[in-house]
C-alpha cells in the first residue's frame, strides 16, 4: 500500500492550504525524480538504452556510421563486449548471433585460412550483414577470409510443397 506523504504529518496541518499545497510540489517533484531516475537506469544496460548509447560507444570504441539505426548500433556495442582478444569458432559464432538475432554456425578452414559462417536462422541474406562483415574485420586476422554461407530452396521446389514438408526439407546451401 503506497502512503502519501500527507499521511505523515500531524492531523492538526492536515486542513492548512500552504501544506497541502507544499505536499503537492514535494509529490509532484518526487515522481518527475522518480521518472529520470528509472530513465537513467534503463541506460544501464545497453539493451535498453536509447540516448546513452553514446557513452557505451566510447567506453568501448565503437565509431558509429550516418546510417546506424539504434539497433545496429548496440549491435556493434554487443560485438565489442563478447569479443575476446583470441579468436575461436566459438567467438566467432557469439558475435554473428548479436547481429543476426538467430543461430550461426561457424566452421574452421586452417589449412585454408577461411572461416566459414553458415546462418541458420531465417532464410537469404541477413539485413544488417554489413554491419556484420565490419565486426569480422575488426576481430578476424588479416590473413584469414571470411565466407557467408545462405541456406534457400529452388522456387521449383516450393511448389506444390505442403507447410510440413517445406520446414523438414532439406536445403541447399550458397557460399558467397
Do not use: C
Not at 40 to 60: F, K, N, P, S
Not at 77 to 104: F, H, W
Not at 133 to 148: I, K
Amino acid at each position: 500500500m503506497e502512503r502519501k506523504l500527507t499521511d505523515l504529518l500531524p492531523e492538526r496541518y492536515l486542513n492548512s492550504p500552504e501544506v497541502g499545497a507544499a505536499a503537492g510540489i514535494l509529490w509532484v517533484l518526487g515522481e518527475v525524480f522518480r521518472a529520470r531516475a528509472l530513465e537513467w537506469l534503463t541506460q544501464l544496460t545497453i539493451d535498453t538504452a536509447t540516448w546513452g548509447i553514446v557513452y557505451w560507444e566510447r567506453e568501448y570504441g565503437v565509431t558509429p556510421q550516418a546510417t546506424d539505426t539504434l539497433d545496429d548500433r548496440r549491435s556493434r556495442v554487443k560485438a565489442k563486449l563478447r569479443a575476446p582478444q583470441t579468436v575461436t569458432a566459438a567467438m566467432l559464432e557469439n558475435l554473428t548471433d548479436s547481429y543476426i538475432n538467430g543461430q550461426s554456425i561457424v566452421t574452421e578452414l586452417p589449412r585454408q585460412h577461411k572461416v566459414k559462417i553458415q546462418f541458420n536462422g531465417e532464410y537469404g541474406v541477413p539485413s544488417n550483414l554489413a554491419s556484420l562483415t565490419a565486426a569480422l574485420l575488426e576481430v578476424l586476422p588479416s590473413h584469414v577470409v571470411y565466407e557467408y554461407l545462405y541456406r534457400y530452396l529452388l522456387v521449383r521446389e516450393v511448389h506444390g510443397m505442403t507447410i510440413n514438408e517445406l520446414q523438414s526439407h532439406t536445403l541447399h546451401d550458397f557460399a558467397f
